[in-house]
């Protein structure tokens, strides 16, 4: 059972391919993503894109690890499910909308079963915030990638 289903959307001054680009690059993930602390790809696909990725994410009460299973389909929608570790569960995608050549509406969508008590008034904030605090972080990292390819 999902304890958190829910959609954040935003409009990046960066075109659908560069998006892509960026949120493929695991390795970077922590320069960016204030509460991921480590992460590491564990497999790939035959085409070098990740397929098993670990996250450690820093939850405040607790560091939470867990491996995420992708599925890509360039440039325009990834998808990813559960692979174990600490929480309960988790599915999702990102889907990557042009907005002429230069511009992108990015959506994640996810949903979380943690499998662990979170006490209620953290639980409410954590489901408010993180996933838009995660996409907003994302599109800042892709507009700064744009802006150091216009440059």
């Known amino acids: 059972m999902a304890d958190v289903q829910q ?3 935003a409009a990046i001054d960066a075109p659908a391919d560069l998006c892509y680009a960026a949120i493929a690059d695991f390795d970077a993930y922590p320069s960016w993503s204030s509460p991921i ?3 590491a790809v564990l497999d790939r696909h035959a085409d070098g894109l990740a397929k098993r990725v670990e996250f450690f994410l820093d939850m405040k009460l607790r560091v939470v690890r867990y491996i995420l299973e992708y599925t890509w389909s360039p440039p325009h929608r990834l998808d990813w ?3 174990g570790g600490d929480l309960e569960d988790i599915i999702g995608s990102y889907v990557f909308e042009p907005l002429g050549a230069e511009r992108t509406q990015a959506t994640c969508s996810q949903t979380v079963a943690l499998g662990f008590w979170v006490p209620g008034i953290l639980r409410r904030t954590l489901e408010a915030t ?3 605090q995660s996409v907003l972080e ?4 892709a507009e700064r990638r744009a802006a150091g390819r216009r440059a």
Do not use: P
Request: hydrophobic share 40%; aromatic share 18%; proline share 0%.
């Open 81 to 83: 499910t559960y692979g």
């Open 130 to 132: 993180a996933l838009r």
């Open 37 to 39: 602390t480590q992460i």
């Open 7 to 9: 959609s954040f959307s």
């Open 138 to 141: 994302f599109k800042a990292e």
